[in-house]
């Protein structure tokens, strides 16, 4: 979230409302708008505000031309209704809501046994808000683990963590909250993510654990993990240093089990210690759910997990919000149960057709290079051709906006500041069909842009809006 300060504008002058809008008296009681940076004096009828808030959000963006968030923005109606029956249902209350809690340790066991942890009855874990949450938990647990291990052996030792420039921010978050120092590995040439060697490389005695990326969200392509827990295998033989990795798989982890079976990133590698995942994202949930899950019990120090009794009964929980609605919880499990796993490879499939399908038609369009092509995530990055110099990226995503198409560019980070791309996610709900469009709008517009003198747009996140 923003975090916010106070009003922009204060309430000056009286606005005025659609005089239908109040309920009293004929042509309503009401000609003045409520104000909108303190507290109404009285109340207002339940139509009117409901009227009030609902045209203010008519002005929200239409999710589905929406390109740039990995969320979920379509569901079945049946999982709307489920979800609103759920609402008063706080995750917290196991005791409360004992169907709720089962519903939630059922997913936890299915995502264990589809990332293939060798007992899935010994592997934990737990439902979050999203991914973010999850990294922050699946992070506390790497560092709990060294401190343990390092105990009175190095005084006053600062921990690390190793990862890729490309990680989502909710890396560099953990390491600013939990104070641990963050070892990122550059971009190097047209390698835009972790290399395992070099990652092996900057680990030390102190080093928590590896953070390997399944769908990096700069360009959609999976970090290698196998090589990875190789390069880090050969490190332990040469020098005893024994580093978990910690895979976060906030949107691969729900595409590579269906379309990529033969790739090996998850348990089964016996140095992945624990992995995340958003069931918001390629879990097909609507936003506030998210999983974290260990390989056993020995992964998740037991002093992070804490038990309370004052809502009754003694459920342990590993969490860093205490209420949270179930909603999303059940809305997974019914995910789970609905497509089963046919049901996900034939979605998942789609949506990777449908990204590898567009960005062959934007490679075809002759001004533009991929990086990416959607065959890993369904998500691909592009740039422009190095003879395209009337205009760039931020051209493409300012003008594609005009037609209602929200497409972020942004500049990749270190070493390779120079290369600003533009990135399409595709997601359930992004149809071929307005694929086409997509590529017919795109196509129609590069005349003019190839007209322009120079590259217009101003280069700033802020301006394209950039969403991990
Ligand atoms: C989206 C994302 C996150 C953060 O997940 P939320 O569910 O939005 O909190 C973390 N890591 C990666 C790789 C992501 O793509």
């Not at 994202?281 to 506030?288: D, E, I, R």
């Not at 004052?310 to 789970?336: C, E, I, K, W």
């Not at 307005?434 to 017919?440: K, S």
């Amino acid at each position: 979230m923003p975090l916010h300060t106070g009003p922009e504008k204060p309430d000056e002058r009286p606005r005025s409302v659609n005089p239908f809008y109040g309920e009293a008296n004929p042509v309503g009681g009401m000609t003045e708008a409520p104000p909108q940076h303190r507290l109404p004096d009285g109340p207002l009828p339940p139509a009117t505000a409901y009227q009030l808030v609902h045209d203010e959000l008519m002005l929200d963006g239409n999710s589905r031309l929406n390109l740039a968030t990995f969320v979920t923005t379509w569901m079945e109606p049946q999982a709307d209704v489920l979800m609103a029956e759920c609402r008063d249902k706080n995750m917290i209350d196991k005791d409360e809501y004992p169907r709720t809690a089962e519903l939630e340790r059922r997913c936890v066991a299915m995502l264990a046994d589809l990332w293939n942890a060798p007992d899935p009855s010994a592997a934990v874990g737990c439902s979050t808000t999203g991914s973010s949450e999850a990294c922050m938990l699946a992070g506390m647990a790497l560092k709990r683990r060294w401190a343990k291990r390092n105990a009175n052996r190095y005084p006053g030792a600062r921990p690390n963590l190793v990862m890729g420039v490309n990680v989502q921010v909710c890396w560099e978050k953990f390491c600013t909250f939990w104070e641990v120092e963050a070892r990122q590995v550059p971009m190097e040439g047209d390698r835009f993510h972790l290399d395992p060697q070099a990652a092996a490389e900057l680990c030390d005695e102190n080093t928590i654990g590896v953070v390997g990326i399944l769908g990096s969200t700069f360009d959609g392509s999976y970090e290698p993990i196998a090589e990875l827990c190789a390069a880090l295998d050969e490190l332990q033989e040469r020098t005893e240093l024994d580093i978990p990795v910690h895979v976060d798989g906030a949107s691969g982890a729900m595409v590579a089990p269906f379309l990529d079976e033969d790739l090996l990133w998850d348990f089964r590698l016996p140095r992945v210690a624990s992995i995340n995942t958003s069931g918001h994202k390629y879990g097909l949930v609507y936003p506030g759910v998210g999983w974290a899950l260990w390989r056993s019990a020995a992964e998740l120090p037991e002093e992070l997990v804490f038990r309370v009794n004052y809502l009754g009964g003694d459920m342990p929980t590993f969490a860093l919000n205490f209420s949270r609605p179930g909603a999303q919880v059940v809305a997974q499990y019914y995910t789970f149960l609905r497509l089963g796993r046919e049901g996900f490879r034939a979605v998942q499939q789609a949506t990777r057709d449908v990204a590898m399908g567009l960005a062959d038609r934007v490679e075809r369009l002759g001004d533009f290079r991929l990086l990416t092509r959607g065959d890993q995530l369904p998500v691909f990055a592009f740039t422009t051709a190095t003879d395209v110099t009337a205009y760039d990226v931020f051209d493409v995503s300012r003008r594609m906006r005009e037609r209602g198409w929200l497409v972020p560019a942004y500049a990749f980070p270190a070493n390779r500041e120079d290369l600003s791309v533009l990135r399409v996610v595709c997601r359930n709900g992004f149809s071929s069909d307005l694929a086409e469009l997509f590529v017919e709008d795109l196509g129609r517009l590069l005349p003019e842009l190839r007209r322009q003198p120079h590259p217009l747009t101003h280069d700033t996140d802020a301006a394209t809006g950039f969403h991990h």
